[in-house]
């Protein structure tokens, strides 16, 4: 089963409101998360490391202000895409990696496709 | 910080014949490199990864190379077969190693078996 938990999986919304991702690691507790952003045929574009308890850290480009992390458990990340545009439509899927015991390996979500009309 | 270079960006092959992907990576701390297998729409799976303290590591048909001095690493499928065919991406670790530190991508290789 799923490692990593992502939803919802499909979200359409209209430009200017904010949609809200989910991220919930069911295996084990993650004190931190990546947040990432994948347009067609591209690679996967760090945004953001979540961290428990405290503020992400986010990647040189990315508005912090506009794209909001809260990470309050041990087990969910939640991205929060603000007053959202059309060219913030995208892929964007959480990762959470594994404790040393477990490889580090790291798990990704199911994505989100975000598109804003 | 740490940049992921990964070369051919598409690559076809005949079913059968073998694959080979190769990346490269900056930072020399690293000592982490997964790779892992995308499908359209779907989330990336890993599919190997190697440590800093082997040179090679093998499962079934895939295997994967690790240079340290060169900073590169490879991936190589054997065998192909069209199920093969989807997107691949290779990593390296960055800070704070061994800890599940922030994994960096390569640019991805669009792998097309042909029947």
């Known amino acids: ?117 | 910080g740490e940049n992921v270079e990964q070369h051919p960006s598409t690559l076809s092959v005949q079913e059968g014949d073998s694959a080979v992907i190769k990346c490269t990576y900056s930072d020399s701390a690293s000592n982490y490199f997964p790779w892992y297998k995308q499908e359209l729409g779907k989330r990336p799976q890993l599919i190997i990864d190697i440590r800093s303290n082997v040179g090679e590591k093998k499962d079934q048909r895939i295997a994967v190379t690790l240079n340290k001095t060169a900073k590169h690493f490879s991936l190589h499928i054997t065998e192909t077969q069209p199920e093969d065919s989807a997107v691949y991406f290779c990593a390296a670790d960055s800070p704070p190693y061994n800890q599940g530190g922030k994994l960096i991508f390569g640019q991805g290789t669009e792998l097309s078996v042909k029947p």
């Open chain 1, 1 to 117: 089963g799923a490692v990593v938990s992502q939803h919802p999986s499909r979200v359409i919304c209209k430009s200017g409101t904010s949609v809200k991702i989910e991220c919930r690691s069911l295996d084990f507790q993650a004190t931190t998360m990546f947040w990432y952003r994948q347009f067609p045929k591209q690679s996967l574009m760090l945004m953001a490391t979540s961290n428990e308890g405290s503020k992400a850290t986010y990647e040189q480009g990315v508005e912090k202000d506009k794209f909001l992390i809260n990470h309050a458990s041990l087990t969910l990340s939640t991205l929060t895409v603000t007053s959202a545009h059309p060219e913030d439509s995208s892929f964007y899927i959480c990762s959470a990696r594994a404790p040393l015991s477990r490889n580090t390996e790291a798990f990704f979500g199911q994505g989100t496709r975000l598109t804003v009309v």
